[in-house]
């Protein structure tokens, strides 16, 4: 079974499809939690991502894909690229908020725009009632938008092992909540920040846009059900 949307055609709804953006979400958020170390660097300018960046592609991503895929081919042009990349990394999401793309929801959700608002205790509570707890070496407030991208990749992994369209619908539909209420709220002022930017490299910038344009995409299917 298909399903149309405003945006094109989503692929079928399968446990397949679940698992692979699942998939998805994992990688985003593994980029958008520290910066890349060497070998995951060179990994990918050897052409590891390819195979992701082709389900995005596939996925009615294209343009977003293709420019992440022309910021890794752009790397190696750097004199240092891993010291460049996490220059980079610090410049756009450990800076000051005000000044930076900072990867905290409580920062564009809250009335002042600080850190540890709301947004971070809902996103608190989701984690416990869920019995997730972010790993240990990773001391970041409950709402850093990688915390939040591997809780939804959780969710499709659920969503997954789901047996009944009745079961599937529910699912789906907490999904689309909290990508509607906790992530697409945001995510359009974030990819603005980063791209306002001027990093040596347009990695992040091109990571931050199609995140973005992920979670939209992931939103208009879970709504066109």
Do not use: K
């Amino acid at each position: 079974m298909m399903h149309t949307t405003a945006a094109g055609t989503c692929p079928p709804l399968s446990a397949e499809h679940f698992q692979r953006q699942a998939l998805l979400c994992q990688w985003l958020a593994t980029l958008l939690a520290r910066e890349l170390d060497e070998p995951t660097l060179q990994a990918y300018l050897t052409g590891d991502a390819a195979p992701l960046l082709d389900w995005l592609a596939e996925d009615g991503l294209a343009a977003e894909a293709r420019r992440l895929r022309q910021a890794l081919a752009t790397l190696s042009l750097l004199a240092q690229p891993r010291l460049e990349l996490a220059a980079d990394f610090a410049t756009l999401f450990l800076g000051d908020a005000r000044h930076c793309a900072a990867p905290y929801a409580s920062c564009y959700l809250s009335e002042r725009g600080g850190f540890m608002a709301e947004p971070a205790q809902r996103m608190a509570e989701r984690l416990a009632d869920a019995g997730v707890a972010p790993a240990e070496d990773f001391n970041e407030p409950a709402d850093h938008l990688a915390v939040m991208l591997d809780y939804l990749a959780g969710g499709y992994r659920q969503l997954a092992e789901t047996r009944t369209p009745a079961e599937r619908d529910t699912a789906l539909a907490g999904i689309g909540q909290f990508l509607r209420q906790e992530l697409c709220s945001w995510l359009p002022a974030f990819s603005q920040r980063a791209a306002r930017l001027a990093p040596a490299s347009a990695f992040y910038p091109a990571l931050a846009a199609l995140t973005e344009a992920f979670c939209r995409r992931r939103l208009a299917e879970a709504e066109a059900t």
